[in-house]
């Protein structure tokens, strides 16, 4: 059972070679010994659902023994810890909401058990996915399965870990400014970002509203065209949510790439990227000039202003998304005679550093004389992003780029430094701001043995 991908377990359950509940024993038995391992394991889960798993993997048995078929029927998979499963808790990786425990189904948490899957786990996260590395978690820092000094990624590090280190075969994140893409680069993982609509956020703990978008992590493409099939949809419970048919993306893989007209943009080929990450990405280049593609150079030359205007955008919405957890609604309460001292203490303990900062740069750019200034203006320099990427689009069919300018980092090495650790960002916000999306690819290992993916972004 060891290092298996979707289609491998879905062959393998057809042809009775093992059950899914004997799958899914495997793997919370591997998934409870690294956590006992404490600081040693990857740890890549908050929480295990071990007898909600069991129970789902058994009834697919049943299923699978009726001749019943459904796309993931019996696979199991991992959910990011910001996506509700009814009776399971929802912590995204704070305090703040510690003993909530969701009464109901996330809009992908019901196509996902339409589709047969059983979820093991909650996966670890930066805290309420503000983060690059996992380590504004409020529990602890998951570790990089290929080298355990150093971060997995963030914020969906614990879903990247636990495919990359065979916890698991696939999992859910979230990506507001690459938090699916970054993570499942530096694990060497598939992530994708779907186009900004094309899944539901019902049932998301909302971050960035108009930059948040669900996707899967996956050790193969061909899983996940599998798995963003099952999350794609119409949701009358998301106001964003796009009415669209859905392509046969598993048919896509199939199609020819001959002639398709790749875009190399000039402006992320900057100082500080790695020595590493450009020979990758240039082997991706080579890779698919032998597949029969056009290389043309492009620019984005509004690139340099991504990483302010998300910071600004994100934690506008932030501040407003996050004044919800007060003390009453939800989790966590530290109790209090004045209901004002109550707000504000159980706020104080609640939430981390990182998520207070947040809400103070967001609470000061939408406040009254600071509003035109900063958020207004973000909003305007989002349009002309945005348009930067359709006049691309006009001339090119994809975009190639970095993931991040470098490969894992070391445990530590940015965490004291918010703007160091923002600058991870510089690749992947801008397809959040512009609503298009993203695929993080895994192309090969640097001599240290790190994975070096890239990423292609596509039209809407
Ligand atoms: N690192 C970025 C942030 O902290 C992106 C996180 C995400 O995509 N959720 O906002």
Same mark, same amino acid.
């Given at each position: 059972?060891?290092?298996?991908t979707?289609?491998?377990?879905?062959?393998?359950?057809? %042809?009775?070679?093992?059950?899914?509940?004997?799958?899914?024993?495997?793997?919370?038995?591997?998934?409870?010994e690294?956590?006992?391992?404490?600081?040693?394991?990857?740890?890549?889960?908050?929480?295990?659902?071990?007898?909600?798993?069991?129970?789902?993997?058994?009834?697919?048995d049943?299923?699978?023994?009726?001749?019943?078929?459904?796309?993931?029927l019996?696979?199991p998979l991992?959910?990011?810890?910001?996506?509700?499963?009814?009776?399971?808790?929802?912590t995204?990786?704070? %305090?703040?909401?510690?003993?909530?425990?969701?009464?109901?189904?996330?809009?992908v948490?019901?196509?996902?058990?339409?589709?047969?899957?059983?979820?093991?786990?909650?996966?670890?996260?930066?805290?309420f996915?503000?983060?690059?590395? $996992?380590e504004?978690?409020?529990?602890?820092?998951?570790? $990089?399965?290929?080298?355990?000094s150093?971060i997995?990624?963030?914020?969906?590090?614990?879903?990247?870990?636990?495919?990359?280190?065979?916890?698991?075969?696939?999992?859910?994140?979230?990506?507001?400014?690459?938090?699916?893409?970054?993570?499942?680069?530096?694990?060497?993982?598939?992530?994708?970002?779907?186009?900004y609509?094309?899944?539901?956020?019902?049932?998301?703990? &909302?971050?960035?509203?108009?930059?948040?978008?669900?996707g899967?992590?996956?050790?193969?493409?061909?899983?996940?065209?599998l798995?963003?099939?099952?999350l794609?949809?119409?949701?009358?419970?998301?106001?964003?949510?796009i009415?669209?048919?859905?392509?046969?993306?598993? %048919?896509g893989?199939?199609?020819?790439?001959?002639?398709?007209?790749?875009?190399?943009?000039?402006?992320?080929?900057?100082?500080?990227?790695?020595?590493?990450?450009?020979?990758?990405?240039?082997?991706?280049i080579?890779?698919?000039?032998?597949?029969?593609?056009?290389?043309?150079?492009?620019?984005?030359?509004?690139?340099?202003?991504?990483?302010?205007?998300?910071?600004?955008?994100?934690?506008?919405?932030?501040?407003s998304?996050?004044?919800?957890?007060?003390?009453?609604?939800?989790?966590?309460?530290?109790?209090?005679?004045?209901?004002?001292?109550?707000?504000?203490?159980?706020?104080?303990?609640?939430f981390?550093?990182?998520?207070?900062?947040?809400?103070?740069?967001?609470t000061y750019?939408?406040?009254?004389?600071?509003?035109?200034?900063?958020?207004?203006?973000?909003?305007?320099?989002?349009?002309?992003?945005?348009?930067?990427?359709?006049n &691309?689009?006009e001339?090119?069919?994809?975009?190639?780029?970095?993931?991040s300018?470098?490969?894992?980092f070391?445990?530590?090495?940015?965490? $004291?430094?918010?703007?160091?650790?923002?600058?991870?960002?510089?690749f992947?916000?801008?397809? $959040?701001?512009?609503?298009?999306?993203?695929?993080?690819?895994?192309?090969?290992?640097?001599?240290?043995?790190?994975?070096?993916?890239? %990423?292609?972004?596509?039209?809407?």
């Amino acid at each position: 059972m060891n290092n298996l991908t979707i289609q491998e377990i879905l062959n393998s359950l057809q %042809q009775k070679k093992f059950s899914s509940a004997e799958l899914t024993r495997y793997y919370l038995k591997k998934s409870r010994e690294d956590l006992d391992k404490g600081d040693s394991g990857v740890r890549p889960f908050i929480t295990l659902l071990d007898d909600m798993a069991i129970a789902r993997a058994e009834e697919a048995d049943k299923r699978i023994s009726q001749g019943e078929t459904a796309p993931l029927l019996g696979v199991p998979l991992a959910i990011k810890d910001n996506i509700n499963i009814e009776g399971a808790e929802t912590t995204c990786a704070s %305090q703040i909401l510690k003993g909530y425990i969701s009464p109901y189904d996330a809009y992908v948490i019901k196509k996902l058990k339409d589709a047969g899957a059983v979820f093991t786990a909650k996966t670890n996260m930066d805290e309420f996915a503000m983060g690059s590395s $996992n380590e504004t978690s409020s529990y602890w820092s998951t570790r $990089n399965p290929h080298d355990l000094s150093r971060i997995p990624g963030g914020s969906s590090g614990g879903s990247a870990a636990a495919v990359s280190g065979d916890f698991v075969s696939g999992a859910i994140g979230s990506d507001t400014g690459g938090s699916i893409r970054l993570p499942a680069g530096l694990c060497g993982i598939v992530g994708v970002k779907p186009t900004y609509g094309r899944v539901s956020r019902f049932g998301l703990v &909302a971050y960035g509203s108009s930059l948040d978008q669900i996707g899967p992590l996956t050790k193969t493409v061909e899983d996940a065209a599998l798995m963003l099939s099952v999350l794609s949809g119409y949701d009358k419970m998301d106001s964003t949510s796009i009415d669209v048919p859905i392509d046969n993306y598993s %048919q896509g893989l199939r199609n020819s790439i001959k002639g398709k007209k790749i875009g190399v943009p000039k402006e992320y080929f900057i100082e500080g990227l790695d020595d590493d990450v450009k020979k990758t990405i240039l082997k991706a280049i080579d890779m698919l000039k032998s597949q029969g593609c056009e290389i043309v150079d492009i620019s984005l030359p509004r690139t340099g202003y991504a990483v302010p205007v998300y910071y600004i955008i994100a934690t506008s919405e932030a501040s407003s998304n996050l004044a919800r957890f007060d003390g009453i609604r939800y989790g966590k309460r530290v109790k209090d005679e004045d209901i004002t001292e109550l707000f504000m203490k159980t706020r104080d303990a609640g939430f981390g550093d990182e998520v207070k900062r947040r809400i103070m740069i967001g609470t000061y750019s939408l406040s009254s004389g600071y509003y035109d200034a900063y958020y207004l203006q973000a909003l305007k320099a989002r349009t002309i992003i945005k348009n930067d990427f359709l006049n &691309a689009f006009e001339k090119v069919d994809a975009i190639i780029s970095p993931v991040s300018p470098t490969t894992a980092f070391k445990i530590g090495e940015k965490i $004291n430094d918010p703007i160091k650790m923002y600058l991870s960002d510089i690749f992947t916000i801008s397809a $959040n701001l512009a609503g298009i999306p993203g695929i993080s690819l895994p192309i090969e290992k640097n001599a240290q043995g790190l994975p070096v993916g890239v %990423q292609l972004m596509g039209k809407h």
